[in-house]
């Protein structure tokens, strides 16, 4: 009779997540996803002549988005590879309930997102996935890594440059 062979165990050097499968590769979110933080809304500016619709963090719920009544604001043609979404997105809340997430389905034709959201875009779909990315959002958010009063982080908001790090 055999036993099957589980996988040796390193330490990931992340305190909340622990041990991992020796052959895993533990990096830096930016070093595997681009994270954009989404456009300002400026309500001054707003001309109403480029009018798109986009999500604000009350939109994204975990794994579910809101696309119903969606406000809109104005997106230059030069801002749409920046601020637009793709199916596959994953979109995290910066602030109010740091961390939580959902993945973008394309539920509409051409949608943009406000700065109160992070985008995280693959830099290599063949490694990483969005789903997988979720879950650990999920994870960390259940440990309470997001939590100023948790004594485990500092944050009550996720500056795009401490996410990517």
Same mark, same amino acid.
């Given at each position: 009779m055999s036993f099957p062979r589980y996988p040796a165990?390193?330490?990931?050097?992340?305190?909340?997540?622990? /041990?991992?499968?020796?052959?895993?590769?533990?990096?830096?979110?930016?070093?595997?996803?681009?994270?954009l933080l989404g456009k300002m809304l400026d309500e001054k500016?707003?001309?109403?002549?480029?009018?798109?619709?986009?999500?604000?963090?009350?939109d994204v719920?975990?794994?579910?988005?809101?696309?119903?009544?969606?406000?809109?604001?104005?997106? /230059?043609?030069?801002?749409?590879?920046?601020?637009?979404?793709?199916?596959?997105?994953?979109?995290?809340?910066?602030?109010?309930?740091?961390?939580?997430?959902?993945?973008?389905?394309?539920?509409?034709p051409l949608c943009f997102y406000q700065k109160a959201l992070h985008r995280l875009r693959p830099l290599d779909l063949s490694q990483d996935d969005p789903g997988y990315q979720l879950y650990i959002m999920r994870m960390a958010y259940d440990k309470g890594v997001f939590e100023a009063s948790s004594g485990k982080a500092t944050i009550n908001h996720l500056p795009a440059e401490a996410f990517r790090s």
């Open positions: 165990y390193k330490p990931s050097g992340v305190e909340w997540l622990g /041990e991992v499968p020796e052959h895993w590769d533990v990096a830096a979110i930016g070093y595997r996803y681009e994270v500016r707003v001309t109403g002549k480029l009018l798109g619709p986009y999500l604000r963090n009350t719920q975990w794994e579910a988005i809101n696309t119903d009544d969606l406000p809109k604001m104005d997106f /230059e043609p030069s801002e749409h590879e920046r601020y637009s979404l793709r199916k596959g997105d994953l979109l995290v809340c910066q602030g109010g309930e740091v961390g939580r997430s959902a993945i973008w389905k394309s539920e509409i």
